[in-house]
Structure formats: structure tokens, C-alpha cells
């Protein structure tokens, strides 16, 4: 009922950009926290940005100066532009959103099912 869904993701060269869009759908009574996380082969899921309610943002020392996360609140909506992709930003990309249900009392985490950036060289 409460799901993230993802899309922008696909093949680019280095040097490229892509943005990615996260939207939330269902009967949701708050958005809290919003971020990006990303999960390349034969290693583990790491944080590349995070957004809070209030529009401040954290950043991966790996990616600061050429990702930026923002949010839509109107449309429930995270997104990340990627600009100057690298070769090592090849992963999968998944959305992390604290949201708080309608009747529910407090916010739990979830997750988009991933989206494939693959950047050439």
C-alpha cells in the first residue's frame, strides 16, 4: 500500500548524467527522511545522499561536487542528479524513505526495489 517506486536508471558514458526519481504512493501521513542508497557487485549497500523534512543534505565524500539530492513535497518525490558519472558509480541504485502511515503513530523505513546505473568508459 506504502511503496517507493524508482526510474531514471540506464547506461551512460563517464562523464554523463542521469537523474533519478524516487516517488511515494499510498495512504501516507508523513515523509521524513529521504536518501540514496546504491549497492555495486561483490560489495556492501552504502549511503550516497540523504535529504531530512527540514532540506538538509549529506553527501558520500565519494560523489560530493557532482551528485545533488532534492525533494518535491507536493508530489512525494526524491531525486538525484548525477552529473560527471564515473566508471565506479556502477551500481544499483535504491531509494530510503522514513514515512509514517495514516493511523499509524510512528515512521519506519522503507525501500525501492532498485534501479541499474551502469556508466561506461
Known amino acids: 500500500q506504502v511503496q517507493l517506486v524508482e526510474s531514471g536508471g540506464g547506461l551512460v558514458q563517464a562523464g554523463g548524467s542521469l537523474r533519478l526519481s524516487c516517488a511515494a504512493s499510498g495512504s501516507i501521513s508523513g515523509i521524513f527522511g529521504m536518501g540514496w542508497y546504491r549497492q555495486a557487485p561483490g560489495k556492501q549497500r552504502e549511503l550516497v545522499a540523504s535529504i531530512t523534512s527540514g532540506g538538509s543534505t549529506n553527501y558520500a565524500n565519494s560523489v560530493r561536487g557532482r551528485f545533488a539530492i532534492s525533494r518535491d513535497n507536493a508530489k512525494n518525490t526524491v531525486y538525484l542528479q548525477m552529473d560527471s558519472l564515473k566508471p565506479k558509480d556502477t551500481a544499483v541504485y535504491y531509494c530510503?524513505?522514513?514515512?509514517?502511515?495514516?493511523?499509524?503513530?510512528?515512521?519506519?523505513?522503507?525501500w525501492g526495489q532498485g534501479t541499474q546505473v551502469t556508466v561506461s568508459s
Open positions: 530510503n524513505a522514513q514515512m509514517r502511515a495514516k493511523g499509524w503513530y510512528t515512521a519506519v523505513d522503507y
